[in-house]
């Protein structure tokens, strides 16, 4: 099983302390790199969320956003400070005292003053603690989202592997028809210009042609990459990065065929070859 990086889960979830909504964006990435937005009131769950996040993903940029709405009974209520409003009240009746003419004390000034008036505190542990069973859930889709597109992926790159492969037989069966063709091409060269040459001469340059030619080790590696690839793909862990090297060594021996091949037919197939490793090249860097 194999697990694109590339993702978007939504959930949302109502109660009496009001709403949450978690979106979680995931894209291809070479390690697991997680950027959290969370409300000033949670914020404190950072930590643990990571550990979580940690505890699931293997890699990609995740972009998780936690909304909070409370509601309105959850709002807290304003409270006077009792004790501060007693003390600002005596100071204003002492200086009354002072001043035979002042005017009465307004409790709506009072109200104004900075600290006559506070928020309740508020137990924000049921909120929390619903953060984090919804977080599961989103990464549940998460995955479950992961795994489809894996599969479609895994599908792809089977499909190309098969296709190299059935290149590089194709350029097999035909190599004893490419040497022997060179050969018979010095042979013709050397009749036309109808000049004696030395039978051991013309052996030892039929015996360069035939190695400036040989591929056989080349098409023998990438038959074995194409079968480390589909090895790998069956494995059940991240290996996006061996996937990655298993490219990188395909199309490095893609190239080495191209820079010896002598007929029009293996440079086609050659080029086939890089095309198709291209494509699967593109697709690898999206999976886990």
Request: proline share 4%; charged share 30%.
């Amino acid at each position: 099983m194999i697990r694109s990086m590339t993702a978007f889960a939504r959930r949302e979830w109502q109660g009496g302390e009001g709403e949450l909504i978690w979106e979680i964006r995931s894209v291809n990435h070479r390690y697991l790199d997680i950027r959290l937005h969370l409300p000033e009131e949670l914020r404190s769950l950072e930590s643990v969320l990571r550990e979580r996040l940690g505890n699931r993903l293997g890699r990609g940029k995740i972009e998780c956003t936690l909304r909070y709405r409370p509601s309105i009974d959850a709002v807290n209520a304003l409270q006077i400070n009792w004790p501060y409003a007693e003390q600002v009240i005596a100071g204003c009746l002492s200086l009354g005292q002072l001043l035979p003419q002042a005017a009465p004390i307004s409790p709506l000034e009072l109200l104004r003053l900075p600290g006559i008036l506070q928020e309740g505190e508020s137990d924000l542990q049921p909120v929390a603690e619903a953060a984090l069973e919804l977080l599961e859930v989103a990464l549940d889709e998460l995955l479950g989202m992961r795994e489809r597109e894996g599969e479609r992926l895994a599908a792809m790159l089977h499909e190309r592997a098969e296709q190299i492969r059935e290149v590089t037989r194709e350029v097999q069966g035909r190599r004893p028809t490419v040497v022997r063709a060179a050969q018979e091409r010095l042979c013709a060269r050397i009749e036309a210009l109808k000049a004696s040459a030395d039978p051991a001469r013309v052996e030892q340059e039929l015996v360069l042609i035939a190695q400036r030619l040989d591929v056989d080790e080349e098409l023998e590696r990438l038959l074995s990459h194409i079968e480390e690839v589909e090895q790998v793909l069956r494995q059940n862990e991240p290996k996006g990065r061996r996937l990655d090297f298993l490219m990188q060594e395909l199309n490095r021996e893609a190239n080495t065929l191209a820079s010896k091949s002598s007929d029009t037919a293996t440079t086609r197939a050659a080029v086939t070859m890089k095309v198709l490793i291209d494509q699967m090249r593109e697709q690898v860097q999206n999976i886990e």
